[in-house]
């Protein structure tokens, strides 16, 4: 079986090693080695270290002071943290419907979306590749709302040179399967010293120093043995990217023709980062989404649905009183359609070849 993807953190082990022998394993200097170079790659003054991505979105929409009944207008394309952060943080979710050429939420879409209770934007930036920021952040400056990028799957994607992250507050995932892990763990970068210091506060039970509380705040604290997991991956972050790009461009050459299968699109001005490679199995392939999909695991060929409904069609959301549902056909259909096949760094050459024959011959 080639897997959908494949983790190696073994780099870190000098480093894990290093904190087990101090004896001092939780947050600490490797944190703050990790923030350093985390907030170089998103271009900020600021990244805060976290225990989940998860938690970094909770915690960039608590320090931004909403209230019960404000709205935060988000895709409902996402995996549902992005719904569950909002409810946590006691907003209200409004959803905007997506684009198929990004996975990401249409900036028109988002504009309808806006009403009087809107007090924030968190677009989403799926599978690698930033949203349209160029018009999303004009539009946020112009309605006076922060964004909270949800930024968990772009570690160093950009677009027209700018970094993922870099618009308000920027939130990270650092899970197993992200491109740049911890095991578990996020980030939240920003440029605003208020906020990274609210942020500092807030993950730290509140405290400036020890018993000196100045907020109510959490334990949402990274240990300093996850910071060593990941500074090796940030330092190899170039090399993991372009393995990944190199893997796209492979799988694209070689699926572009294929009937009923519309290979994935990198935007002009944008660098995507492949955390998936993701495809679109159309109403004129020769089989179902599902289809396919049991095909390619019984020819040994690894993928994932992601995802198979949108964010709000779940029993537990439909009659959430925090949850808006809305009309948004793209986000449906390519929910439905919607499948991703291995990208990642340890695929060789021949097994490059192995998915594209596959993939072919299923869809033939």
């Known amino acids: 079986m080639i897997p959908i993807t494949v983790v190696d953190v073994s780099d870190a082990e000098p480093l894990v090693l290093q904190v087990l022998r101090s004896g001092a394993i939780a947050q600490g200097p490797m944190v703050k080695r990790f923030e350093d170079a985390f907030a170089e790659v998103a271009g900020v003054r600021h990244a805060v270290a976290v225990n989940s991505g998860t938690?970094?979105?909770?915690a960039s929409i608590q320090v931004l002071g909403l209230q019960p009944g404000d709205e935060v207008v988000t895709s409902p394309f996402?995996?549902?943290?992005?719904?569950?952060?909002?409810?946590?943080?006691?907003?209200?979710?409004?959803?905007?419907?997506?684009s198929d050429t990004d996975f990401c939420v249409d900036p028109a879409e988002v504009a309808a979306a806006i009403g009087e209770r809107t007090k924030v934007l968190m677009p989403?930036?799926?599978?690698?590749?930033?949203?349209?920021?160029?018009?999303?952040?004009?539009?946020?400056a112009e309605r006076g709302l922060p964004i909270v990028e949800d930024a968990a799957q772009a570690v160093g994607a950009k677009l027209a040179g700018r970094a993922a992250g870099s618009y308000g507050l920027g939130c990270f995932s650092l899970y197993a399967t992200k491109n740049?892990?911890?095991?578990?763990?996020?980030?939240?970068?920003?440029?605003?010293?208020?906020?990274?210091?609210?942020?500092?506060?807030?993950?730290?039970?509140g405290m400036r120093a020890r018993y000196q509380y100045e907020v109510v705040g959490h334990n949402y604290r990274m240990?300093?043995?996850?910071?060593?997991v990941g500074i090796p991956q940030l330092d190899k972050r170039v090399e993991i990217t372009a393995a990944r790009q190199h893997n796209a461009r492979v799988l694209s050459e070689g699926l572009a023709d294929v009937p009923g299968l519309r290979i994935p699109a990198v935007l002009p001005g944008r660098e995507h980062v492949w955390h998936q490679y993701t495809v679109l199995v159309t109403d004129e392939a020769s089989r179902?989404?599902?289809?396919?999909?049991?095909?390619?695991?019984?020819?040994?060929?690894?993928?994932?649905?992601?995802?198979?409904?949108?964010?709000?069609?779940?029993?537990?959301y439909r009659e959430h009183p925090g949850v808006i549902e809305a009309d948004v056909p793209v986000a449906r259909r390519v929910a439905r359609q919607a499948l991703s096949l291995p990208v990642h760094p340890k695929l060789t050459s021949a097994e490059l070849d192995q998915i594209i024959e596959t993939v072919r011959k299923v869809l033939a």
Not at 183 to 200: F, H, N, Y
Not at 223 to 228: E, F, M
């Open 288 to 316: 179902t989404r599902d289809e396919f999909a049991a095909r390619l695991t019984e020819a040994g060929i690894g993928n994932g649905i992601y995802y198979p409904k949108v964010a709000f069609d779940y029993d537990c």
């Open 78 to 98: 996402t995996f549902v943290a992005s719904v569950n952060a909002i409810l946590e943080a006691g907003a209200t979710v409004r959803f905007a419907d997506i």
């Open 55 to 58: 938690t970094a979105l909770v």
């Open 180 to 205: 740049i892990t911890t095991a578990e763990g996020g980030v939240i970068t920003t440029d605003d010293d208020a906020l990274a210091d609210r942020l500092r506060l807030l993950r730290n039970q």
């Open 124 to 140: 989403v930036n799926l599978y690698g590749q930033m949203a349209d920021m160029t018009k999303l952040a004009p539009l946020a």
């Open 223 to 228: 240990t300093d043995l996850h910071a060593a």
